[in-house]
Nanobody
Framework: QVQLVESGGGLVQPGGSLRLSCAAS????????MGWYRQAPGKERDLVAT???????NYADSVKGRVTISRDNAKNTVVLQMASLKPEDTAVYYC???????????????WGQGTQVTVSS
């Protein structure tokens, strides 16, 4: 099994910055994509950013220019650095990984438990 453990959420004022981290553990052959999604109350879970093993990144339009995603392939970790935060960024942020447990195994999607980010004065 693969487990994702997030850290770094909290309360921040508008315009502030926050850094979210996620570490994957377990019997992992490879993690093809790691990323972050978020879910605000009453809304669907939406993409924030993803990054592939090769470093290709994808960002939601709503966070482009304010958010940077990075990963350490050797440590199976991913970091989301957020700046210029807005109240509308308030949500539970979920780490996500598309992983293979064996070389020929099918890719599976794994979710973390989520970490709350609140942007408020």
């Amino acid at each position: 099994q693969v487990q994702l453990v997030e850290s770094g959420g909290g309360l921040v004022q508008p315009g502030g910055s926050l850094r979210l981290s996620c570490a994957a553990s377990g019997s992992i052959f490879s993690i093809n994509v790691m990323g972050w999604y978020r879910q605000a109350p009453g809304k669907e879970r939406d993409l924030v950013a993803t990054i592939t093993t090769g470093g290709w990144t994808n960002y939601a339009d709503s966070v482009k220019g304010r958010v940077t995603i990075s990963r350490d392939n050797a440590k199976n970790t991913v970091v989301l650095q957020m700046a210029s935060l807005k109240p509308e960024d308030t949500a539970v942020y979920y780490c996500n990984a598309v992983a293979q447990l064996t070389e020929r195994g099918a890719a599976i999607r794994v979710w973390g438990q989520g970490t709350q980010v609140t942007v408020s004065s």
